[in-house]
């Protein structure tokens, strides 16, 4: 049997992706592994009528409405191998199932690569956090700490002010902030250390302070730490298509990469914002352009 098209990645993108496919009546196969990089969180937010959803609660109800369609199949295995045929892609599972379809929807989204600073796994997804607008609520008016070594500091120090007015940014010893930036900011309120952190303190999911290499140490009660985003699977790499600058893969706008056939959902395609809602919109985008090019193909 050949698949109108498989499916790499069972987070929203390619949740919402099969869904499509299987209203459009597609004989589709989902590989999920189940290693969703939301598990630290402990709610999902910004979904409307999902606002406060747990990632496994998401995944329960998202499984069960995908496989109401019968032409869907679901795998909890992960695929091991892709390569390129005349009949389109053939996929090899980590079972060695050999599986073949006509079009192929990477949705197996983006991991993050965070600062080697001492105790921020044991706060991360309880206190220290990367996306504001997915958990800057919960921490409104705190004392909030905001750590970036990357160009997007000036931006997420005016953001923050928007639940905080209480911020420390830090560079992590690195020249992120121009002397301009660094004077915009201030003239905010927002204090600027540009010293070497050395160590979260706190206990039980809860920041408490900040240790930095020169000895000073501030109380903080939660902040946001901006990670380098990298493919979680190097397939679309390795098919030959083009990574852009902040890590996501070069792709038309409606999920069609370089490579005929090849399409890349969610995360994996343009990193930022990572919400469920964006992810889930475009693996339904990305469908209904698979759905097209094979109505043309076979019209």
């Keep these: 049997m050949i ?3 498989a499916i790499i990645g069972g987070g ?3 949740l919402n992706a099969a869904l499509v496919l299987g209203r459009t009546r597609r004989n589709v196969i989902l590989f999920d592994n189940n290693r969703p990089r939301n598990a630290v969180t402990h709610a999902s937010h910004g979904f409307i009528t999902r606002d406060g959803v747990t990632p496994a609660e998401f995944r329960s109800i998202a499984l069960e409405e995908v496989k109401s369609y019968p032409l869907v199949e679901h795998l909890q295995t992960e695929v091991v191998s892709v390569h390129i045929t005349q009949y389109g892609f053939e996929l090899i599972d980590s079972n060695g199932h050999h599986l073949q379809a006509r079009k192929l929807i990477l949705a197996t989204g983006v991991k993050e690569t965070y600062p080697e600073i001492e105790g921020f796994y044991p706060l991360y997804g309880k206190s220290l956090f990367n996306c504001p ?5 919960e921490l409104q008016d705190q004392p909030l700490v905001v750590v970036s070594e990357y160009s997007d500091l000036l931006h997420k120090g005016k953001l923050l002010l928007n639940w905080s007015k209480d911020l420390v ?3 992590n010893g690195k020249a992120s902030l ?4 660094k004077k915009q900011l201030q003239s905010k309120g927002i ?4 010293q070497l952190i050395t160590a979260f303190i706190g206990q039980n999911g809860q920041l408490e302070h900040v240790r930095f290499a020169d000895g000073t140490q501030i109380p903080r009660a939660g902040g946001f730490v901006t990670p380098k985003f990298v493919q979680s699977i190097p397939f679309a790499e390795r098919l030959g298509c083009e990574v852009t600058a902040s890590g996501g893969i070069n792709t038309d706008g409606k999920g069609r990469s370089s490579i005929p056939g090849l399409y890349i959902a969610g995360d994996a395609s343009y990193v930022a914002p990572s919400q469920v809602v964006f992810a889930a919109a475009d693996g339904s985008r990305t469908a209904m352009s698979v759905n097209m090019d094979l109505t043309e193909e076979d019209f």
């Design 191 to 194: 204090v600027v250390m540009e």
């Design 169 to 171: 940014v830090c560079t």
């Design 178 to 181: 121009s002397e301009e930036h």
């Design 133 to 137: 607008y997915c958990d800057g609520w």
């Design 12 to 14: 929203p993108a390619g």
């Design 3 to 5: 698949y109108d098209c």
